[in-house]
């Protein structure tokens, strides 16, 4: 008499399980991050502004790819300064592909720059 109990029990949990597994999500639910194109050798927009906790997604539409690092291109001259409570931001964004950076978790005015393409800036203003 155990058995059935002990087998009906693990059938049930079986069960729910099952039909738990099988529930539909409206993929126009889920929050996304706010988006910034690159094409082969800039930015195609040069200032974002995102919310406090935010990630940014940074898209690269081209083949090229792109070094992301905290800092901007002064004249032909790097400036890797990361502003204070700025994410550290070091990403290899490969043609056509995405990478996330963030959270952005302080209001402010951070700038990140591509290494490889003079002049390839952007201006994230958290607020």
Not at 4 to 19: D, E, M, N, P, R
Not at 82 to 93: H, Q
Not at 95 to 115: D, H, L, M, Q, S
Request: hydrophobic share 40%; net charge positive; with cysteine.
């Amino acid at each position: 008499m155990y058995k059935k109990i002990f087998f009906g029990f693990i059938g049930l949990a079986l069960l729910t399980v099952f039909f738990s597994a099988c529930r539909v999500i409206d993929a126009s639910t889920i929050p996304q991050n706010p988006k910034v194109y690159m094409g082969t050798a800039q930015f195609l927009q040069t200032t974002v502004t995102i919310k406090k906790g935010q990630k940014l997604d940074l898209i690269n539409q081209a083949t090229a790819e792109h070094k992301i690092l905290n800092g901007e291109w002064n004249g032909t001259t790097q400036d890797k300064t990361k502003e204070a409570n700025a994410p550290i931001v070091s990403a290899d964004v490969l043609g056509n592909a995405r990478t996330t950076i963030g959270p952005f978790t302080t209001a402010g005015t951070y700038k990140i720059y591509c290494y490889v393409h003079q002049g390839m800036n952007l201006t994230i203003t958290v607020q």
